[in-house]
């Protein structure tokens, strides 16, 4: 199994950024598939998951609420994650995590965001 993140580099606050994680040896429609982040010095958090049925929910905690959205494509077995109105503490790597039995991790796009 490999999930491929990408999309991640530095944007000005309050632009935007979308993340993608291309699975391979997983089919993501089968998969709880999530978004988290580590910022430095920082635990990791989840950000974002979305479900078999395809329902995506967000962390409810204000840090993204509002502003994050996570998304799935079946035909590029791709998940995505949606970033507007980024603030400096947006900034950290982001993982794309895949569970089915057990869990998969990618390697990880760091988002900077500047002020």
């Known amino acids: 199994v490999q999930l491929q993140a990408s999309g991640g580099g530095l944007v000005q606050a309050g632009g935007s950024l979308r993340l993608s994680c291309e699975a391979s040896g997983i089919i993501v429609s089968a998969s709880i598939m999530s978004w988290f982040r580590q910022a430095p010095g920082k635990q990791r958090e989840l950000v974002a998951f979305?479900?078999?049925?395809?329902?995506?929910?967000?962390n409810s905690r204000d840090f993204v609420r509002g502003r994050f959205t996570i998304s799935r494509d079946n035909d590029k077995n791709t998940v995505s994650l949606q970033m507007d109105s980024l603030r400096p503490e947006d900034t950290a790597v982001y993982y794309c995590?895949?569970?089915?039995?057990?869990?998969?991790w990618g390697q990880g796009t760091l988002v900077t965001v500047s002020s």
């Open positions: 995590r895949a569970f089915q039995r057990q869990e998969y």
């Open positions: 979305i479900d078999i049925s395809g329902k995506g929910t967000t």
